[in-house]
């Protein structure tokens, strides 16, 4: 069974950073392209940041570009998003996101439960 969780949200002041953890387990990641999302009430889910392996390459949306960093420790199957000089605006729940293609036609993706961060201004 593939579980992606999510820990290492809550409340923080603006300017403060927080770092989200992505624990994956009956996956190996650097298999799955890997990435963050965010979703605010009413909203749909907004791609935050990317991995690809085994280049290791990256890609932020304009947002949170240069001070945000996602990571990954593979031989521990974690990975982490890194978010400095936090604003309200970065307030929503943070996804963790697994996906890989199959064949032409067909993906294979998977879905952490979410998990809150609140930033106060």
């Known amino acids: 069974q593939v579980q992606l969780v999510e820990s290492g949200g809550g409340l923080v002041q603006s300017g403060g950073s927080l770092r989200l953890s992505c624990a994956a387990s009956?996956?190996?990641?650097?298999?799955?392209?890997m990435a963050w999302y965010r979703q605010t009430p009413g909203n749909g889910r907004e791609l935050v940041a990317t991995?690809?392996?085994?280049?290791?390459?990256?890609n932020y949306r304009e947002s949170v570009k240069g001070r945000s960093t996602i990571s990954s420790d593979n031989a521990r199957n974690l990975m982490f998003l890194q978010i400095d000089d936090l604003k309200p605006e970065d307030t929503a729940v943070y996804y963790c996101?697994?996906?890989?293609?199959?064949?032409?036609?067909?993906?294979?993706?998977?879905w952490g439960q979410g998990i809150q961060v609140t930033v106060s201004s």
């Open positions: 991995i690809t392996f085994p280049t290791g390459i990256t």
């Open positions: 996101y697994a996906r890989r293609r199959i064949d032409s036609s067909k993906s294979q993706e998977y």
């Open positions: 009956g996956i190996t990641i650097t298999h799955y392209y």
